[in-house]
């Protein structure tokens, strides 16, 4: 049964649809963060846009995810490093950081920058935090180390260290905010226009940007190896009658995380690795096992059994390096994809479609060839 996130639950502003017969520039497909971001940089800049999406603005990923704004990727900075260069590292976190101011300024209060906690359950665990922190602020970034631990975190792990640039984000109150603004800009939004794969070469445009992020294997055939679709389990509680946690937190390596929204609700998720080939999928419906899983964190970090108001899903696309794929598709001059944000996409999202819209304007941003696709189908 198709589920309904609690950021998607309450009454949500509309977004001025319509589609008119003039021809387009630009058509974005995908109204999650990456293709709002792009449609309004375009716009904002004077191109004609159609963005579309299968079902409503933000009702995908963007709308179904735990809300963190975080900056970096999947990998720790720590491992990015060592997988890409110090150079190439630090132009990925410096990327992350400017999105992240960016939203702040367009997020009209749908972003709280409070900061986020990474956790430790183990020594290794505890040793590769350490080593992170050492080389953020090496490298000029700012981390706080958190050896002691407030109750009752202090019980359930060993150190930390705090992101202070990060937060909170309410993210469809974020994804339709700049979809509003896109409209006033000038983009034209069709909801609920489902594509198939032969319909991107008969759009009558310049460009076409894939803005679908778990779900472009269906629309690109020829990336289905490289960015598979992974399943995230959320649920929400109701209120808790205390503060117990001002920002978000994320633990063992990101297989569990939380945050308290502003109301006192706990969200979390997390646990897929529970059972991990069931949770390879784009199909929408929560499972007995990984929910019995989050109400036991839940459980945990409430010192009580939850009262659960909330359950639901979402999917994400991860790719074999867990860096996003955002650029021209190789062999395919007209089509752009912005997508494989292994589970990052709220902050790398909103970056890779603000970077394909200012290629397609004839800038060359230098952090797109962190994101090239054909990194992949080279490899």
Do not use: K
């Amino acid at each position: 049964m198709p589920t309904s996130s609690y950021w998607l639950a309450r009454p949500l502003a509309v977004v001025p649809a319509g589609l008119t017969t003039r021809p387009a520039d630009v058509v974005v497909v995908g109204g999650g963060v990456s293709g709002c971001a792009c449609a309004l940089r375009l716009s904002e800049h004077g191109l004609r846009v159609r963005l579309l999406d299968a079902g409503a603005i933000a009702g995908g990923a963007s709308g179904r995810n735990g809300g963190f704004a975080l900056r970096g990727g999947a990998a720790s900075y720590l491992d990015a490093r060592a997988a890409l260069g110090t150079g190439p590292a630090r132009m990925l976190w410096t990327l992350s950081e400017r999105a992240l101011d960016r939203i702040e300024r367009l997020a009209c209060g749908a972003f709280r920058r409070v900061g986020s906690v990474r956790l430790a359950t183990s020594q290794a665990e505890l040793a590769a935090l350490r080593g992170e922190w050492d080389a953020l602020r090496e490298d000029g970034f700012a981390a706080r180390w958190s050896g002691r631990l407030p109750p009752p975190l202090d019980q359930l792990y060993i150190g930390g260290c705090v992101h202070p640039p990060d937060g909170a984000l309410d993210p469809v109150r974020f994804v339709r905010g700049l979809a509003r603004r896109a409209v006033r800009a000038g983009a034209e939004i069709g909801e609920h226009r489902r594509l198939e794969p032969a319909a991107l070469d008969e759009l009558d445009c310049r460009a076409v940007v894939v803005a679908v992020d778990g779900s472009t294997s269906t629309l690109l055939p020829e990336l289905a190896p490289f960015v598979v679709a992974t399943r995230g389990q959320v649920l929400v509680t109701e209120p808790v009658n205390r503060r117990l946690y001002p920002r978000p937190h994320y633990a063992r390596g990101g297989h569990d995380y939380w945050q308290q929204l502003p109301n006192g609700r706990l969200l979390l998720g997390g646990r897929r690795d529970r059972s991990a080939a069931t949770e390879r999928t784009l199909l929408d419906e929560t499972t007995a096992l990984i929910q019995a899983e989050l109400e036991l964190l839940a459980c945990e970090l409430l010192g009580a059994p939850p009262a659960v108001s909330h359950r639901w899903s979402g999917s994400w696309g991860e790719t074999p390096d867990r860096l996003p794929l955002a650029g021209r598709v190789p062999g395919r001059e007209r089509l752009w994809v912005a997508g494989g944000y292994s589970g990052h996409g709220n902050v790398l999202g909103f970056a890779c479609g603000e970077l394909v819209a200012r290629s397609i304007l004839g800038e060359e941003p230098p952090e797109l060839a962190l994101f090239d696709p054909r990194r992949v189908l080279a490899a």
